[in-house]
């Protein structure tokens, strides 16, 4: 089974789970204040599991909703069944499913579906990124004067990223703040946006659309620079051309 089209097929399948439930009355809870989670989180991610188990019993799976399922072999998917719950919640069409595949720890294909905009991203590494089918690349912006930047925070966080979001404002032609990460990559893959930042994700978030850049032929970092730890949160992602521009403005902070 080709682990690009098995990924790229169930992101389809739980994105439209979420689009039929979308006008659901919603089961919202918090993991913290302003971090939701709905019942239509945890439905796809147990289409998801349940899909994934099947497919790959051996595999080991780790998602945002149910934890770490160990498996055997060197197999492992990384879901975010839902990326931008709050914005689902309140029915703002940038939300997404995010699902990654791993092979002995390297990122090998990676999908991300946008119900709402029925867009598929996809990238298998070695083998290009595309979205819904068509090849995509990084943008060739080559000033963060004329350059549109993204970023997300929680808003308890607002402290730690205030001064970050502050500065890059006053650098860039635009700063947007979606509420989606694993989209906002897909968007700097797709160059929709020239570069994205963001201090406290998780690998369900980052994971699929990181490889996306890289075969679209942007850069992904750390944000201090060195290599992408899924583990530590800390991801500067862009075209390539303004990465060492937004880098400094950030370590300026």
Known sequence: ?????????LAREAGALLRERLADPREITQKRRHDLVTDADRASEELIVRRLRAAYPSASILGEESGAFAGTGDERFIVDPLDGTTNYAHRYPLFCVSIA????????????????????????????????????????????????????????DYPRNGAHFALISQHAQAVRRDGSAALDLAFVAAGIFDAFWEFDLKAWDVAAGALMIQEAGGRVEAIAGGPLDLTEGLILASNGAIHGAVRELLASV
């Open 101 to 156: 595949y791993e092979r002995a720890g390297l990122t090998e294909a990676g999908a991300i579906y946008a119900p709402l905009l029925d867009t598929l991203f996809a990238a298998r590494r070695g083998g290009g990124a595309t979205r819904d089918g068509v090849p995509i690349r990084v943008s060739a912006i080559d000033d963060v004067d004329r350059a549109l930047l993204c970023t997300g925070f929680h808003p308890d």
């Open 1 to 9: 089974m080709d682990p690009l089209a098995f990924v790229t097929s």
